[in-house]
């Protein structure tokens, strides 16, 4: 969860400060926004716990009103007292790397570098992306503030815990349908809930059967691999147990027709080849065996591939914490003794609106790299030559498109992508044919790899979010349903 700063000049943007603090303390709890004015007790040195909050906030908010810059302590700007703490907590942040986000108050532009003292940190927070903040657009304005302060915290690995926080936000509201203006709202909402629904029931029926079909690859490898003296009796049992799994996944379910007799139609062929080869081993016939196995092998998993990114890029969970959002602004819109109540709420919302971050990412950075993968793959294919045109073709097209912030996953691999790119520039500078080849080479399998790590983890990422949120879903729309009735 991140931890946010409010900064400000009280003499400037306190009372929106305040309203700014309260906002945000109900959607993000009161524990992770800090402001001076509330948070600093009696008694307590109030200079080591602003430079404590300092050094743990992930975000600060620079609140910038009419009177930001030229308001005055004996005669002179307080922006030009190296005291001064409002200059102390930019300083900081900028020091940091944090996200620093200045929020212009009411129309009010941008400070220009010439109205700041003489300092590097200074300096640069003129060249900090602000956003517009008007009293008149308030809601609008704070919800739009609260979907930038995930965006930038959502960055940070998405854990294990995560996923049940998500899951309890969500048992919290199942909980609430006994009051009737959660269920009224809950039940407008029914027609996001069912669409939520069916995507993850299409993540969680796709990934079952890529399982299946990835332990037939493993019968496949053994049978390969063992060669005649492979039990092809004993393959074919446990080729028989997959199939039967995968018949009964889409016998009911929401598929595409032509997928779905795709798949019918490479099984049946694949277990006519298994009965010829144990009626009749002999050589042609595993070969044929082997043959059959290996275009089901290449066709179907690749469909499967498609049909996980696809429903990953229709799932808005977006609007699922818009509506948790919706219902968190009502259960808490009295006294601030209501927020441990409704903690898991408002820790439900903040990880899942960073958790659909993390998998609009995830998603993008698939298909990017799958399409890189094919460029490569039609030069292969072509045997067709690496020359600084087609290079560059190829790194306008597809590479280009590849950029940070990255997953984790490939955030940690990005480094070898980019030697091999260096490398593969160097050679087509020097001209060199062989060594253009030889690196290009390497540069297509590395880049294979590292496709195959971004893709099984989206799918392990579906699958977690899946199997910790479907059936909390599940059973509020059931809710919803029985509502109606």
């Not at 298994?274 to 179907?300: M, W």
């Not at 998603?363 to 460029?375: C, K, P, R």
């Amino acid at each position: 969860m991140p931890k946010i700063f409010i900064s400000y000049r009280r003499i400037d943007t306190g009372p929106s400060a305040k309203q700014f603090y309260d906002d945000l303390s109900r959607r993000f709890g009161k524990y992770r926004v800090f402001m001076d004015t509330e948070d600093i007790r009696a008694g307590t040195n109030y200079v080591e716990t602003l430079r404590a909050q300092l050094a743990e906030c992930d975000v600060l908010l620079a609140l910038i009103g009419s009177q930001w810059v030229n308001c005055e302590r004996d005669g002179r700007r307080r922006l030009d007292f190296p005291d001064d703490w409002v200059r102390e907590e930019i300083i900081t942040a900028m020091n940091r790397k944090i996200p620093l986000i200045p929020v212009l108050m009411n129309d009010v532009q941008p400070p220009e570098k010439s109205e700041f003292p003489e300092n590097p940190e200074l300096q640069l927070f003129c060249e900090q992306q602000a956003i517009k903040f008007s009293e008149t657009c308030w809601d609008d304005d704070i919800r739009n503030l609260v979907k930038e302060v995930v965006k930038f915290t959502s960055r940070k690995s998405i854990a294990e815990n995560d996923y049940s926080l998500v899951s309890t936000g969500l048992q919290l509201l199942t909980d609430l349908m006994t009051e009737p203006e959660v269920a009224g709202i809950v039940g407008r909402s029914q027609e996001r809930i069912e669409q939520t629904c069916r995507q993850l029931q299409k993540l969680e029926l796709f990934k079952r059967i890529h399982d299946a079909f990835h332990n037939i690859e493993t019968y496949f490898q053994s049978i390969v691999a063992q060669g005649a003296k492979s039990p092809i009796k004993h393959q074919k049992s446990l080729f028989d147990e997959q199939v039967k799994l995968i018949r009964h996944s889409i016998q009911n379910a929401e598929i595409q027709s032509g997928l779905r007799e795709l798949i019918i139609g490479q099984l049946d062929s694949t277990t006519e080849a298994f009965k010829v080869a144990i009626e009749n081993q002999n050589k042609e016939n595993r070969a044929i065996l082997i043959g059959e196995l290996s275009t089901l092998l290449s066709v179907i998993p690749t469909r499967l591939d498609q049909c996980i990114v696809s429903a990953a890029a229709e799932l808005e969970l977006e609007r699922i914490a818009d509506l948790m959002s919706e219902l968190q602004d009502i259960l808490t819109s009295g006294t601030t003794q209501d927020f441990p109540k409704y903690e898991r709420l408002i820790c439900g919302i903040d990880v899942l609106r960073q958790i659909g971050c993390e998998l609009a990412t995830r998603v993008n950075e698939h298909t990017l790299l799958q399409h890189l993968d094919s460029e490569l793959r039609t030069i292969y294919a072509g045997n067709i030559g690496i020359s600084p045109r087609i290079w560059e073709s190829i790194q306008v097209r597809a590479r280009n498109l590849l950029k940070p912030p990255f997953s984790e996953t490939l955030d940690n691999r990005i480094k070898e992508m980019e030697e091999k790119e260096a490398e593969i520039q160097s050679a087509l500078d020097q001209k060199n044919k062989t060594i253009i080849n030889d690196a290009v080479a390497e540069y297509f399998w590395r880049l294979t790899a590292i496709f195959q790590n971004v893709d099984s983890a989206l799918k392990d990422f579906c699958n977690k979010l899946s199997q910790k949120t479907l059936p909390r879903l599940e059973l509020l729309l059931d809710l919803c349903k029985r509502g109606q009735s």
